[in-house]
């Protein structure tokens, strides 16, 4: 009984092979297939514009004119870097983004995060022209960078910065990226939110981030937010995605900040940051009570930078050591509770009050020394490293 068993179940089995093929390839021919190349259709090469645009509805008309306008200023950042797997060995890596030109001189807005690390940078623009880029410098906790190519005479188009202070939720943007590779890509929608906070990393935020609805993926990093005049108002950044893909929730990094980064960057080739000159412990929790202090939130002034303006303005440090856990810290300081009234109780509530100063500005820290509450002006320095 046993080899006719055998030879039942194999021919069992080997039916199943064949339905399972067989389905295989009916899929393969007749089903939903995933695209092996994908590129933009340049602007200036449709035929019959004029025809074309004559069916156009009013809100699409808006939608084609941006795109024309601004499509050839988008640029698709290709860059590579070097990394080690576990055995140390060197591994190629590749990555993608977005930036948009500012200036016809050949520089281009992008995010920190799409060159960080990068070797060697390429810009692809809207005319498929390829330029080798070099990195100029970048504000990390802003997440904005610079670079610059050298147009060799060509004429490049770059796009206007708006003013996004003027921004009010429900107007209608658009954006203009290359998401998944996919280039010059255009999508729309309104502006959900205004004057978010988003915190991208352990470093970087948006302060006062634009949210949209326009669709935003992975590769559309980097590129502009438009509004309906053709101005850019924002740079796309980041999106809230539980499943990995656009859920309709996007936030871009507002021009004005951008402004002035891009303006120091192309003028004194660094960013320009307020400096206060402190390092601090968050206090919440257990600890203010086991230090027995005087509130429940803040920042423990453990050191006053020597010669920065937080010691120059009276601000004081910790004057004896403790242990906490695992560590050792500084007692006996100052305990920042606000500046100009806005409170701390973190090291980002911190870079968030400082964030649109410059140095040379004043500003007011409040603080506990023992259980006295004091105001104290402080006119802030300027940080020389990132």
Same mark, same amino acid.
């Given at each position: ?20 093929l067989g ?5 393969t021919?007749?089903?939903s297939r ?33 795109y024309?306008?601004a499509?050839?200023?988008?640029a698709?950042i290709?860059?590579?870097a ?36 990068a ?9 498929q ?6 990195f ?6 802003n ?7 050298d147009?060799n ?5 770059a ?12 107007q209608?943007?658009?954006? @203009? ?55 850019? @108002? ?14 309709? @929730?996007?936030?871009a ?7 002035? @980064?891009a303006?120091?960057?192309?003028t004194?080739?660094r ?8 390092e ?10 086991a ?17 920065g ?7 004081h ?22 500046i ?5 109780a ?9 964030n ?9 820290v ?6 006295k509450?004091?105001d ?11």
């Amino acid at each position: 009984m046993t080899a006719p068993n055998h030879s039942h179940r194999a021919r069992i089995i080997l039916a199943a092979l064949v339905l399972i093929l067989g389905a295989y390839w009916a899929g393969t021919r007749f089903g939903s297939r995933q695209p092996t190349s994908v590129e933009a259709v340049p602007a200036n090469a449709l035929t019959d514009v004029s025809q074309h645009d004559a069916t156009l509805t009013s809100d699409e008309s808006i939608n084609v004119r941006i795109y024309r306008q601004a499509s050839p200023a988008v640029a698709n950042i290709l860059t590579k870097a070097t990394e080690y797997d576990f055995f140390m060995d060197p591994v190629p890596v590749e990555g993608a983004g977005s930036g948009f030109v500012i200036d016809p001189r050949g520089y281009i807005l992008t995010n920190y995060h799409v060159v960080e690390g990068a070797q060697s940078i390429e810009v692809v623009l809207g005319d498929q022209s390829h330029y080798p880029a070099k990195f100029i410098g970048a504000d990390q906790r802003n997440d904005v960078a610079l670079l610059k190519i050298d147009p060799n005479g060509k004429h490049l188009v770059a796009l206007s910065l708006g003013d996004s202070g003027k921004l009010q939720v429900g107007q209608k943007v658009l954006a @203009i990226g290359n998401p998944f590779g996919f280039q010059s890509t255009l999508t729309t929608g309104v502006v959900s939110a205004l004057g978010r906070t988003v915190q991208t990393s352990q470093t970087t935020f948006i302060d006062e981030a634009i949210q949209t609805d326009a669709a935003i993926n992975r590769g559309n990093s980097g590129g502009p937010l438009i509004n309906t005049h053709g101005e850019v @108002i924002g740079i796309n950044s980041a999106i809230y995605t539980p499943s990995g893909t656009t859920a309709g @929730i996007g936030f871009a990094i507002p021009v004005n900040t951008a402004k002035n @980064i891009a303006n120091d960057l192309m003028t004194d080739g660094r960013v320009h940051r307020a400096f206060l000159g402190v390092e601090t412990l968050p206090i919440g929790g257990w600890l203010s009570e086991a230090l027995d202090l005087p509130v429940k939130e803040g920042l423990l002034v453990e050191r006053a930078t020597k010669g920065g303006p937080a010691a120059a303005a009276g601000i004081h440090g910790g004057d004896r050591i403790a242990e906490a856990g695992m560590r050792k810290i500084a007692i006996g300081g100052d305990v920042i509770t606000a500046i100009d009234s806005q409170k701390v109780a973190t090291q980002l509530d911190v870079n968030l009050a400082l964030n649109h100063k410059r140095p040379g500005d004043s500003v007011t820290v409040t603080v506990y020394r023992g259980g006295k509450k004091m105001d104290i002006p402080v006119k802030l320095g300027e940080r020389t490293s990132n």
